[in-house]
């Protein structure tokens, strides 16, 4: 049975743990200069090198020539807790998935308290730490808090916010993250030269986005390809095929019809789509992705060159076309009903209704009266502006009115308003008279005369 890669290139030096060196070093440095804790707490997301990391401070620990960063290989216990090593009596490793009840949590603390067999450390790596219970963390609480000289614990877990607060305060606490792009793409290099196998670059981007960021499920994904490749090795076409990811021309075309607002072209895209076999779902998370790169490039120029979009160079030449034909506030509405979009269509009945609903409400703006759909009307009416003030594109008439513009322009105001009106008489007192005043005027209509006033009486 051949051995699989993740196990076969398990590290067996911190040295050689990848993408973790925010980890690594300081653990280095207080394995140097022995500063060795009691209790560590390795946090992270699956498949980032937790256990295999708490596997090489067992290994330096108990070096002969230890504890040191840079464990020998060679003495009896370097060889028995070296990767695909037969283990180490003092070294035991708990699956708190299926051992995290109170029982046997009192079983470990009880043989915590034995001598080390024939090394230097008895270490206890307890992986899923997150899976015992609040009873069984409290058995453990006393020991953990004050520990023998010859013991180590070194827990691992995916949710460090479900380990016990009192259990965590004492532990020195690590976190591991997801590995870079780049750092994976440089370890699937190496493997594969180490294994004499050919795989198409294209191939990469697809091994690298289903692994997700772990090296154990990227390296899973990669044997898998590997067992399944004929003379000619990992070709791109068997990678989609087996992966289930979208084939890159059906995208681009779609990319290209959206650009182009062709509603048939879109929809027959899809219909080729779901024809092929492939899951909408699936299309709709990879189109997003295309989205993504194209905001980017549209954002970033240099995006490929700082690792920023992870693609050949002839797809990287086509996505600088698209990302020229379509603004980022387009791209940005559509990644926004895409991310919708496939929430709804989780457990949907009707994959494929729900895909062309999404590609009608992406095909139509107005069916977005929020801030996005008006950016993108904003862009377009800016798009056929530049387009008609292009250099020839305006007429006679066009010109004319330029020139009539930029008339009333000159005769405004620095400030754009209309010039004042001279100073001089009031606007009837400057009306011309008329030439000749009528022969006659018609008597005005008798008006209701005021009361006179009585005369005043005068004194006698």
């Known amino acids: 049975m051949a051995l699989a890669l993740y196990r076969k290139y398990r590290p067996a030096k911190f040295a050689e743990v990848v993408g973790q060196e925010h980890v690594t070093e300081p653990l280095s440095t207080a394995l140097a200069s022995g500063r060795i804790n009691h209790a560590y707490l390795f946090s992270g997301p699956r498949g980032c090198g937790k256990t295999s990391s708490a596997r090489i401070l067992a290994r330096s620990l108990n070096c002969e020539q230890g504890p040191t960063p840079d464990p020998c290989g060679v003495c009896a216990s370097c060889v028995s807790l070296a990767p695909g090593g037969p283990g180490n009596i003092d070294v035991t490793e708990l699956d708190a998935a299926s051992h995290g009840g109170v029982d046997d949590t009192r079983e470990l603390r009880d043989r915590a308290f034995f001598a080390p067999a024939e090394s230097r450390y ?95 499920d990227t390296l899973s994904v990669l044997d898998q390809l590997l067992a399944g490749a004929g003379p000619e090795g990992v070709t791109y076409e068997r990678a989609v095929a087996l992966l289930g990811v979208t084939d890159v021309a059906l995208i681009d075309d779609v990319v290209d019809a959206l650009a182009a607002a062709d509603r048939a072209a879109v929809f027959e895209a899809v219909d080729r789509l779901v024809e092929a076999g492939h899951d909408p779902r699936r299309f709709a998370s990879d189109l997003l992705q295309r989205l993504r790169d194209l905001v980017l490039l549209q954002s970033v120029p240099e995006a490929a060159e700082r690792g920023l979009v992870e693609a050949a160079d002839d797809e990287l030449a086509r996505m600088a076309e698209q990302a020229g034909k379509i603004g980022v506030a387009t791209l940005t509405r559509y990644g926004e009903i895409l991310h919708t979009g496939l929430t709804e269509m989780r457990g949907a009945t009707a994959p494929r209704l729900l895909l ?19 950016l993108e009307r904003l862009e377009r009416l800016e798009r056929r502006s530049d387009i008609a003030a292009a250099p020839g594109s305006q007429g006679e008439d066009g010109a004319a009115e330029g020139r009539r513009t930029f008339r009333r322009r000159s005769e405004a105001g620095p400030d754009g308003a209309a010039p004042a009106p001279a100073a001089g008489p009031p606007q009837d007192e400057a009306r011309p008279a008329p030439a000749q005043a009528p022969a006659e005027r018609p008597e005005r209509a008798a008006e209701p005369a005021a009361p006179a006033r009585p005369p005043a009486e005068r004194p006698d």
Do not use: W
């Open 356 to 374: 062309e609903l999404l590609c009608a409400r992406m095909l139509l703006p107005a069916a977005t009266p929020a801030e996005p759909g008006l």
């Open 122 to 216: 008895r270490v206890f790596i307890v992986d899923e730490a997150h899976m015992i219970t609040t009873q069984g963390f409290n058995a453990l609480l006393k020991i953990v808090e004050e520990p023998p000289e010859h013991l180590v614990f070194v827990f691992a877990t995916t949710e460090p916010d479900k380990v016990l607060p009192t259990i965590r305060s004492r532990t020195h606490h690590y976190p591991f993250r997801l590995i870079p792009p780049g750092t994976l793409r440089k370890l699937l290099e190496r493997i594969c030269a180490d294994e004499g196998a050919l795989v198409a670059p294209p191939v990469y981007p697809l091994v690298l986005r289903a692994g997700g960021g772990s090296a154990r």
